[in-house]
């Protein structure tokens, strides 16, 4: 991932353009998770298809930014809410 984060860009910033791609063709609004997550499930439709090595690497590479994006949202929306674990 580190690999394609140094071509493409933050994984955040390429899935948030793809979003905005998306909805304008959908007529709906899609957030980045959902773009990582559609993309997920179209590689993982591939593998219904026969399985390949680097189909999976890339499912799971997705989800993995799918999680990244969400676990951001959710701490962000944590801090904002007031409910920020404290440590020590």
Known sequence: M?????EYGPAEEMHSQ???RWSLVLGIPI?????AR??????LARLD???KDDTALDALNYL????EIQSTKNEL???RAGNWPVVG
Do not use: N, P, Q, V
Not at 31 to 35: L, M
Not at 38 to 43: Q, R
């Open 38 to 43: 559609m993309l997920a499930e179209m590689k």
């Open 77 to 79: 929306a944590a801090k």
């Open 18 to 20: 793809i979003a905005r």
């Open 31 to 35: 957030d980045s998770y959902t773009a």
């Open 49 to 51: 298809l026969g399985f």
């Open 2 to 6: 580190k690999e394609r984060g140094a």
């Open 64 to 67: 993995a930014i799918a999680t």
